[in-house]
């Protein structure tokens, strides 16, 4: 990669290297092909993991949003089933889809702001590549993978208002942000470096006298109406739900903080991420020093939410892909600082420096996409064992098998769980062979369908319960009788994952709608915030007991 020829007028200092030859687009089309069909292949081929088809079945409801998250991500599943039907590839495609967008998006701001220098442009194109989340795992469907594209649309609209000076990129990037929020909630953490966009400018009183800034904030708000207008109606469940992680106080612990450190490592890259954060921090200084808007805007999109999740991470286990919104603004700021550094005086050695690691980061981190995909498609070994990502959640198969076989052996009508991730993996698996349903956790369903009560009304069912959760004291409160049937491991790659219990249910009909303070309508999410019968603890014969410390 060369850097483009010195500005006229810039400093002497400055590194200007020599005019090259145009740059050749046919690898970078060829790269991105070829990693979209890889990312086809993943899709097509990986089973779908149990928070996929928990989000599926939201897909099949008519509900304006859902107590864990908004209603975007069941919106992209209903779009790619629409196409592809219900097959893995369909429920992901919006993934696919989304990676493209977010690509030419970011390729599109960093055309804008280095003066169309081509070889940024390619920068941007394949840096996400390098990144294992979104060169590979993007192709896996999740709230955050609505909320990349939407997000980097907001803030490409931004950039646009701040090299046209057009009012009206406000509405657009209200619009934007309306869709971002109807993604995940997280994106609220990009409020911040709006307004640092908008007020540490010398253009600040302008946007404070003008009509625009307040219309956008109205359009998103109207945007983000149906998930205002569910949880008006129903106690304002999901943020009291997603509200727990945010002030819950626990103890300090340096193993949460290596996790959140190790696992921004993996999934944006064990050189791309010291890069990105070093293209931050640059952009940062060039921003606030000069009062530049695009760059407080990248950089304040990225620090921000960075350095509240690793804040978090002091005493709370941070999840893989909450952070995974914010580096796309980190990896547009590289792609500028390459065009931007020789004419800030920055030394040779540094100019080259950041050059070199950038495209180092590419290679390196392509090079390590390809392997994971390699090792998940084609590779007979359990490298990781029991904590394997993808092998944690795997082998549902075989339980799904066997649950049907159980409810043609005894005639019964319908499978039942008590967790929401089997209950979804088995909904997925027998695609209306035979109903099945979730006994508790209720308040994750307020406005479902009626799955087929009168399927599951007087008669028997089959009960399919991770051990040793099958013997939860909720049944203490039923009249079921429980016969206990066989127990299904499931396994991956030659390792037991978990064991399951099955059991034929009968002399009780679940409610499916009960009161909001019993324990069948309670999720354990907020168990640290409800009374102790949500919190449980293993007794040494393997039952499960109430705990007197509520677990999270």
């Known amino acids: 990669m060369t850097i483009a020829q010195a500005e006229p007028g810039a400093d002497n200092n400055s590194v200007k290297p020599a005019r090259s030859r145009a740059p050749d687009w046919r690898g970078v089309i060829a790269v991105i092909v070829a990693m979209t069909a890889m990312r086809l292949v993943y899709a097509h081929a990986l089973d779908l993991r149990t928070d996929e088809a928990y989000y599926w079945t939201w897909s099949k409801e008519n509900v304006l949003s ?32 989304a990676m493209l967008a977010t690509q030419l998006l970011l390729a599109d701001i960093v055309r804008r702001v280095t003066a169309n220098n081509v070889r940024a442009v390619m920068l941007a194109l394949l840096l996400p590549e390098a990144a294992l989340y979104y060169g590979l795992l993007m192709a896996k469907v999740a709230p955050d993978t609505a909320l990349i594209p939407f997000s980097v649309a907001m803030l490409w609209s931004l950039v646009r208002l701040a090299q046209s000076g057009d009012g009206r ?15 995940k909630f997280t994106a609220i953490m990009f409020a911040p470096a709006v307004l640092a966009f908008a007020l540490v400018p010398d253009w600040r009183w302008r946007w404070l006298r003008s009509p625009y800034p307040y219309l956008a904030a109205l359009i998103a708000i109207v945007v983000f ?7 008006a109606g129903h106690d304002w469940a999901s943020f009291r739900f997603q509200a727990v992680r945010a002030t819950a106080e626990r103890a300090f612990t340096l193993r949460t903080v290596g996790e959140f450190v190790g696992m921004q490592f993996g999934l944006v890259g064990f050189v791309l991420l010291p890069v990105t954060l070093f293209g931050t921090a640059l952009t940062a200084w060039r921003g606030y020093r000069k009062r530049e808007p695009v760059a407080i805007l990248l950089a304040t999109a990225v620090l921000v939410p960075f350095i509240y999740f690793l804040w978090k991470s002091l005493t709370l286990r941070v999840g893989d892909t909450w952070p995974m919104f914010l580096w796309p603004a980190g990896l547009a700021a590289i792609a500028i600082n390459v065009t931007r550094m020789p004419f800030e005086g920055w030394s040779v050695g540094l100019v080259k420096s950041t050059v070199y690691w950038a495209r180092t980061a590419i290679t390196t981190g392509i090079v390590f996409v390809v392997c994971v995909f390699l090792y998940y498609m084609f590779a007979p070994w359990n490298l990781i064992g029991r904590t394997d990502p993808i092998g944690t959640e795997a082998g549902y198969d075989v339980v799904a098998a066997r649950a049907l076989a159980q409810v043609e052996a005894t005639g019964a009508t319908w499978v039942a769980t008590t967790d929401y991730r089997t209950y979804a993996m088995l909904r997925w698996l027998l695609r209306g062979k035979v109903t099945v349903i979730e006994i508790n956790e209720r308040g994750r369903f ?6 087929g009560m009168s399927k599951i009304r007087d008669n028997a069912g089959i009960y399919v319960g991770r051990e040793p959760e099958n013997n939860l004291p909720l049944w203490s409160e039923t009249t079921a009788v429980r016969q206990p049937l066989e127990r299904v491991t499931r396994n991956w790659r030659g390792m037991v994952m978990d064991t399951y219990s099955l059991e034929k249910i009968s002399g009780w009909t679940p409610d499916l ?33 109430p705990s007197p410390t509520p677990s999270s």
């Not at 307020?446 to 799955?451: I, V």
Request: net charge positive; no cysteine; charged share 10%.
């Open 225 to 231: 109406a149906p998930v205002l207008i569910w949880n």
């Open 513 to 545: 709608s009960p009161p909001p303070d019993t324990t069948f309508f309670r999720w354990r999410v907020l168990a640290m915030r409800l009374p102790a019968p949500l919190a449980f603890a293993r007794t040494t014969d393997g039952n499960v007991q």
């Open 446 to 451: 307020q406005g479902f369908a009626d799955p």
């Open 66 to 97: 859902f107590l864990d998250h908004p209603p975007m991500v069941a919106w992209f599943i209903r779009f790619g089933t629409a196409i592809l039907g219900d097959t893995n590839l369909g429920v992901r495609l919006g993934g696919i889809v």
């Open 169 to 183: 990129w406000w509405l657009a990037a209200g619009l934007f942000a309306g869709l971002a929020l109807l993604s």
